[in-house]
């Protein structure tokens, strides 16, 4: 089978197009056809090895796993002997961990879940880091409760623009930061104020938050607090620097207020709220642009410039996307 992969750390130019044996599914896991698969930051943190900590769990001087995507959508092919929710044919989408950017990936049946109805493989696809790491982060981490005053850092972006739409869905008066060109797109995604963060800083407003959803990491202990409620949660879904990390570990609680970083986890359960949000219309995926797998390196190149608005998609068989 065809398959992304990258044997050093570098830059995009490095990935490899190969071809590599065909996985074998364990007893808990179902093989996958991907039809559609989605670029993320992690794909280029891990990648480059940046920031330089990534060495520590992917390997120091080279990746321990070469393969990369996380996000996929596509038809079941066989099921493992412990697997009896899924059979060969069901459309799903899944969060792999790595390994998406192929034609084929074995994944673990808790991290799958059927496809939502009337979603494209592409839409479906867009969905899991991007829709786990929003939905978790306002629900579990950000303790998101109806009426309350939530701001979206980065609102445009692949986190941000479901953290709009599920923070809305919870009940929410949501405000997204943005740039000045996807004021309206932000809007529209049912936002109920939206900011220019290039004519605004929203930390010196004046304006107090019960949660800010921190989809980019680029502000620091102190902006945080000012723009928070006196028991308003930040939950930061990204840093950009190490400094900046170590901040918020050291720094980050405060008298009422927490500022707080976590991790999206690959829980099936989420998959299905996620997928039931999709069906009801209350998220619709994003997505920028979709190139083909022989482009991934342009697709995440485009990724790293900041950018997209919403999910970037690689077609892996563009000839049936569904």
């Known amino acids: 089978m065809k398959a992304i992969l990258f044997t ?15 996985p074998v599914p364990r007893e808990n896991e179902v093989l996958v056809q991907v039809q559609m698969a989605a670029a993320n930051p992690l ?23 070469p393969r990369l995507g996380a996000d996929i959508a596509g038809r079941v092919l066989e099921v493992g002997s412990q697997v009896n929710q899924f059979q060969a044919g069901d459309e799903v989408f899944a ?22 109805s009337g979603l494209s493989f592409a839409q479906a696809a867009a969905i899991p880091v991007a829709g786990l790491t ?5 629900r579990n981490t950000g303790k998101l409760q109806p009426g309350q005053r939530v701001l979206v850092n980065g609102a445009s972006g692949g986190v941000g623009t479901f953290a709009v739409q599920i923070a809305k869905a919870f009940g929410a008066h949501v405000t997204g930061v943005c740039s000045a060109r996807n004021l309206e797109f932000v809007h529209k995604l049912g936002a109920d104020e939206v900011i220019d963060y290039t004519e605004t800083d929203f930390t010196r407003t004046g ?51 927490k500022m707080s970083m976590f991790l999206a ?3 099936q359960q989420d998959l299905l709220a996620l ?15 979709t190139y083909p ?30």
């Open 265 to 267: 986890n690959a829980v």
């Open 8 to 22: 050093q750390y570098g830059s995009p130019d490095v990935l490899q197009l190969m071809e590599v044996a065909k």
């Open 293 to 322: 797998l022989v482009e991934t390196a342009a697709a995440i190149r485009y990724l790293e410039t900041g950018r997209a608005r919403g999910k970037v998609v690689i077609a892996v068989a563009p000839d049936n996307p569904g």
């Open 43 to 65: 794909d280029w943190h891990r990648m480059r090895a940046a920031p330089f900590m990534v060495r520590l769990s992917d390997g120091l001087l080279a990746p321990k796993d």
């Open 95 to 116: 969060e792999t961990g790595a390994g998406g950017f192929a034609e084929y990936v074995a994944v673990k049946a808790s991290a799958v879940a059927l496809k939502p």
């Open 134 to 138: 929003a939905l978790q982060g306002l």
């Open 207 to 257: 304006q107090r938050y019960d949660l800010i959803l921190e989809a980019i990491g680029n502000r620091s202990v102190a902006d945080c607090r000012r723009a928070l409620t006196p028991r308003g949660i930040c939950a930061v879904a990204g840093f950009t620097t190490v400094a900046r990390l170590f901040q918020i570990i050291l720094f980050g609680s405060w008298g009422g207020q």
């Open 275 to 289: 997928k039931e949000l999709a069906e009801t219309g209350k998220v619709v995926p994003v997505i920028d642009r």
